[in-house]
């Protein structure tokens, strides 16, 4: 079965500064990877998602994510944040031939400081 | 075109009680998801429907748990008997006939309160 680690559990962050939010994985077969956020009493909105191709994507507000599959990393970027930005970040994997069960990570929690 | 609708939003039930938790799929998606999380966890997957089918409910706790999809009218978390532990958030997603790793669309959750 697929696991997914946050190593993360809080991040604070000053408005403008580059954030960086870490997740790995296991798993022995090919996975989809998945970055959601979560808003203060919201439900989840996708960030961005890894399927196949190119191993840096780009998301939504701005945000970005690297797969690595030797590392089974898949951590998630952004240059420079914003206030708006803070939430609760679940990184979240599935199994390509099971594509329906997301396991997810414990999240991360962003405060972003002015 | 809304999302997917969850109702009620907050619901608190004493111990022993019936919690009820709907969830309308966004139009024209067919396949329903609910997920529970637990506080300081991330979400855990508990059952997918299609309409009049159970696909696979391996999350769903063995007892007091159930869920269905009618033909009509929205998805239903059903949870009997509720304990202290059920309290969570519980969300629902869905998604088109097929998902394609698409990722899926939640509904904003029912915080269910278990006093």
């Known amino acids: 079965a697929q696991s997914v680690t946050q190593l993360d559990s809080q991040v604070p962050v000053f408005e403008e500064a580059p954030v960086e939010l870490r997740c790995n994985y296991s798993s022995s077969v090919s996975v989809y990877l998945f970055w959601y956020v979560q808003y203060p009493n919201q439900g989840l909105q996708l960030l961005l998602k890894?399927?196949?191709?190119?191993?840096l994507v780009k998301g939504i507000n701005g945000f970005e994510a690297e797969f690595n599959k030797s590392q089974t990393s898949f951590h998630l970027r952004k240059p420079s944040v914003h206030i708006s930005d803070t939430a609760e970040y679940f990184c979240a994997v599935s199994l390509i031939s099971n594509d329906y069960k997301l396991s997810f990570g414990a999240g991360t929690t962003v405060t972003v400081r002015a | 075109n809304a999302g997917v609708m969850q109702n009620p939003r907050h619901l608190v039930r004493r111990r022993g009680q019936e919690a009820r938790l709907r969830c309308s799929p966004m139009k024209g998606h067919s396949h329903v998801y609910w997920y529970r999380q637990l506080p300081e966890e991330g979400l855990k997957f508990m059952v997918y429907l299609q309409k009049e089918n159970i696909i696979d409910e391996s999350g769903m706790p063995k007892e007091r748990f159930s869920a269905e999809f009618p033909k009509e009218g929205p998805s239903i978390l059903r949870i009997q008997q509720v304990v202290r532990g059920d309290s969570a958030a519980y969300f629902c997603a869905s998604s088109p006939e097929k998902l394609l790793g698409d990722g899926y669309t939640f509904g904003s959750g029912t915080r269910l309160t278990v006093v």
């Open positions: 890894y399927l196949s191709g190119s191993t």
